[in-house]
């Protein structure tokens, strides 16, 4: 079946816009996350959902991150007053809710703040 | 905070050969151990995961050792094929309430000499 799909792969904006990031989860998988990987380096967890439930936004490093997930199934991530540090790939997973472990990622979203 | 991080970023075997990349860990509550591979322009994909209980686990092709006594972790790989060259990162899922993402290491980057 089909993975995680995320659009667009690749975003250029310039500082100050806003912008969105969609991410379609495996159908069936009510876990969804969002991490954020800054080049060279891992993956830093920003968000998490799990079916109706409200998210965890543990992660989310500053309040003009925010994302919502519709319907329990596709999720956005909408970053405002885009800063050039934002500048990324913004990875989505999936999971089974109950096997949090296996997460199944997306190709992810590069970002670059200009 | 917490932090898991890897001894050597850059691994160079020979195809064929077996190679064994390395992580530190220091959060003792974490549940499960997990390592992903990453290949240019893809997400992470899970390879093999190990629960804090354990200390060996194989799979196709991998071993991964859990040593909790100096907090490290290995992923051994088996007669190295071209298809291995990818960044490893090894991941820790925490226990209890709070945040479901994973923790990410910085990531190994294998590459297989033919």
């Known amino acids: 079946g089909a993975g995680v799909s995320q659009s667009p792969s690749n975003k250029v904006t310039e500082k100050g816009k806003d912008v969105e990031l969609r991410c379609d989860p495996i159908?069936?998988?009510?876990?969804l996350y969002w991490y954020r990987q800054s080049l060279g380096q891992g993956l830093e967890f920003l968000i998490y959902f799990q079916g109706n439930s409200a998210p965890d936004k543990s992660g989310l490093p500053s309040d003009r991150f925010s994302a919502e997930r519709t319907g329990g199934s596709v999720s956005t991530l909408t970053i405002q007053r885009t800063q050039q540090e934002d500048s990324a790939v913004y990875l989505c997973?999936?999971?089974?809710?109950?096997?949090?472990?296996?997460?199944?990622f997306g190709p992810g979203t590069r970002l670059t703040v200009l | 905070g917490e932090s898991v991080g890897l001894h050597l970023p850059t691994l160079s075997v020979q195809e064929g050969d077996n190679s064994i990349i390395n992580c530190a860990y220091s959060?003792?509550?974490?549940?499960?151990f997990i390592w992903y591979k990453q290949e240019s322009g893809k997400g992470p994909q899970f390879i093999i995961d190990?629960?804090?209980?354990?200390d060996k686990r194989q799979g196709q092709r991998v071993t991964v050792l859990l040593n909790k006594t100096v907090k490290h972790l290995s992923l051994q790989i088996a007669a190295t094929q071209p298809g291995d060259s990818a960044v490893y990162f090894c991941?820790?899922?925490?226990?209890?309430?709070?945040?479901?993402?994973?923790?990410f290491g910085k990531g190994t980057h294998l590459i297989i000499q033919p």
């Open positions: 190990i629960r804090s209980n354990m």
């Open positions: 159908s069936g998988h009510t876990a």
């Open positions: 991941a820790e899922k925490g226990s209890g309430g709070g945040a479901d993402g994973l923790t």
């Open positions: 959060n003792s509550a974490s549940d499960y």
């Open positions: 997973a999936s999971s089974l809710a109950a096997d949090r472990i296996t997460q199944y």
